[in-house]
């Protein structure tokens, strides 16, 4: 039998591709979708964070589309914004500085000019650190005005630390021609992975989860695994009871698996510790007034306010909010481990929304649900490029195979997703 961990995508789309394949699904929440799930609270659909479906791929556009319709869907052309120097600029900021104060518009384009003029044709910046290739890529303008602030206040580290072999799909790289454009107030195209995107009409990102579990095997939710006995190829329950196996595909975080897993050369289990991630604080608010914002997401790279994004669901579906309503959420970036006061967050977030003319002094908030999430990003580093390696291959060589977006530990997308699970099972082939 093969035994899955965690009923996110990944973990359902594995089950999917099982078919009739003897398998059983173990997921820790009482609801299937992982980090790809929504509450409703009074009225209002809240997600753990914005999530927005990216297709790019044509098996898994043929997948979603054979799970749920096309009328299911909004298809919507992203209108995401940046707000720095007092100033709305749309996003990506590299390509649209129009409108930004006479200097920093100054500062951005000759930098980026003079990183071109720098750059060695073909060169490969893969084993730079994550701000050598901001300057080297970017310029130092753009760098200094956007890129480093807000990198900084997302991954809570010194970006010299970080690697950058993540960037090539997350971070639009403009031409010379779509800087200058953007400096001018030109039309610039829209750059990047998600200029496009799918959002469902109505029930929130876990209508996607909850169209696929049907067609996934055996759940079993409530369940928590607390042990991974590879000598005996036995996986313990929380419960007492124990699911024997031929193979295991993970989607646990990758540090949680290597601690509940017994067998495992020592040297990989302690590996676990150098594997650096952080959380999101995720607060959702319902306000009592229409028409909140017309934009999907705005980020925020300056430290005056606390969160380096804010996304308005009513933009994505006007289904998600009551009548009359709208709602937004900001994510806050922390450290793991700290304690969090959901009053304390509550009083920066409105502060902070009020400071950028968001929320009004006398809006009436009549709906709130904050969430924690470790982990939510994780962090591109030296020890993380040398670790997987040797943790991936000890653990497939006790038919253990850790996929998705921490059994990975990786930077991914719901896409991502939905595609690991598939080349799991690709991948487990005749393992018996």
Not at 13 to 28: F, Q, T
Not at 315 to 333: H, K, L, R
Request: charged fraction near 25%; aromatic fraction near 10%.
């Amino acid at each position: 039998m093969i035994v899955i961990l965690g009923a996110g995508l990944a973990g359902l789309s594995a089950g999917y591709h099982l078919g009739k394949r003897e398998h059983v699904l173990v997921e820790r929440e009482e609801r299937v979708g992982g980090l790809c799930r929504s509450v409703e609270v009074d009225g209002f659909t809240f997600d753990l964070t914005g999530h927005l479906l990216h297709l790019r791929d044509e098996k898994i556009r043929a997948l979603v589309d054979r799970l749920l319709p096309a009328e299911s869907w909004h298809t919507l052309e992203r209108r995401s914004w940046i707000y720095s120097h007092g100033v709305y600029t749309p996003y990506p900021f590299q390509a649209n500085t129009h409108g930004l104060p006479a200097e920093v518009v100054r500062d951005c384009l000759v930098g980026f000019v003079h990183a071109l003029l720098d750059a060695d044709a073909g060169e490969d910046l893969s084993g730079v650190s994550f701000k050598e290739w901001i300057r080297r890529t970017f310029g130092e303008g753009i760098a200094r005005h956007f890129m480093e602030p807000f990198n900084e206040k997302l991954w809570r580290s010194d970006l010299t630390d970080m690697t950058c072999e993540w960037v090539s799909w997350s971070i639009p790289r403009p031409r010379l021609e779509d800087v200058v454009n953007g400096a001018l107030g030109l039309a610039t195209p829209a750059l990047g992975y998600n200029a496009h995107f799918r959002y469902p009409r109505r029930g929130g990102i876990q209508m996607l989860p909850d169209a696929l579990a049907p067609h996934a095997g055996t759940i079993r939710t409530g369940t928590e695994v607390t042990r991974v006995d590879t000598r005996r190829r036995v996986v313990h329950l929380a419960d007492g009871s124990a699911l024997g196996y031929e193979a295991v595909i993970s989607t646990l975080p990758l540090d949680r698996l290597l601690q509940i897993t017994e067998g495992l050369p020592e040297a990989v289990r302690d590996s676990a510790g150098v594997l650096r991630a952080v959380s999101v604080i995720n607060l959702n608010l319902g306000i009592e007034r229409p028409n909140l914002s017309d934009r999907h997401w705005i980020y925020f790279p300056e430290k005056e306010y606390p969160f380096y994004r804010v996304g308005f669901p009513a933009c994505f579906a006007p289904a998600s909010v009551p009548e009359g309503c709208s709602s937004v959420y900001v994510e806050i970036s922390a450290s793991p481990g700290g304690m969090v006061e959901e009053r304390d967050v509550y009083a920066a977030a409105v502060g902070g929304l009020q400071r950028a003319g968001i929320l009004r002094p006398d809006d009436k908030i009549v709906a709130r649900r904050m969430f924690v999430i470790h982990p939510a990003y994780v962090v591109y580093d030296r020890y993380r490029r040398v670790a997987l390696p040797a943790i991936f291959r000890a653990l497939e060589e006790e038919r253990i195979f850790s996929i998705g977006r921490f059994g990975g530990w990786e930077y991914s997308s719901m896409e991502d997703a939905l595609r690991h699970g598939m080349q799991a099972v690709e991948r487990l082939g005749d393992v018996r």
